[in-house]
């Protein structure tokens, strides 16, 4: 059974700094795209950010851009998210994805697989 496992959320203060994981398990993801969506309340899931296969390539959202860094080790099947100077507008529950089956990393609606979700809440 495959499953993709989120960790590392929390509540933290404007300005501070979260480093989200996701660990893969019942099959290797280290020949697929990885990504992070993140959904707040009544709102759509977005696109956060995206990394190739080899970590070669790497997307973000504008919003994050700076800010975020996704990151990806294949030995232990698993991908990061690093999020620094953390605004109250980060406040979400993030998702992990993995292998899309077209060449979008922003829809959602490409990726096959996900985690449960995280909840990161970043205070003012």
């Known amino acids: 059974q495959v499953q993709l496992v989120e960790s590392g959320g929390g509540l933290v203060q404007a300005g501070g700094s979260l480093r989200l994981s996701c660990a893969a398990s019942?099959?290797?993801?280290?020949?697929?795209?990885m990504g992070w969506f993140r959904q707040a309340p009544g709102k759509e899931r977005d696109f956060v950010a995206g990394?190739?296969?080899?970590?070669?390539?790497?997307a973000y959202a504008d919003s994050v851009k700076g800010r975020f860094t996704i990151s990806r080790d294949n030995a232990k099947n698993t991908a990061y998210l690093q999020m620094n100077s953390l605004k109250p507008e980060d406040t979400a529950v993030y998702y992990c994805a993995a292998e899309k089956f077209s060449s979008s990393y922003l829809d959602s609606k490409a990726w096959n697989y996900w985690g449960q979700g995280t909840q990161v809440t970043v205070s003012s």
């Open positions: 990394i190739s296969w080899s970590g070669g390539f790497t």
């Open positions: 019942g099959r290797t993801f280290s020949g697929s795209a």
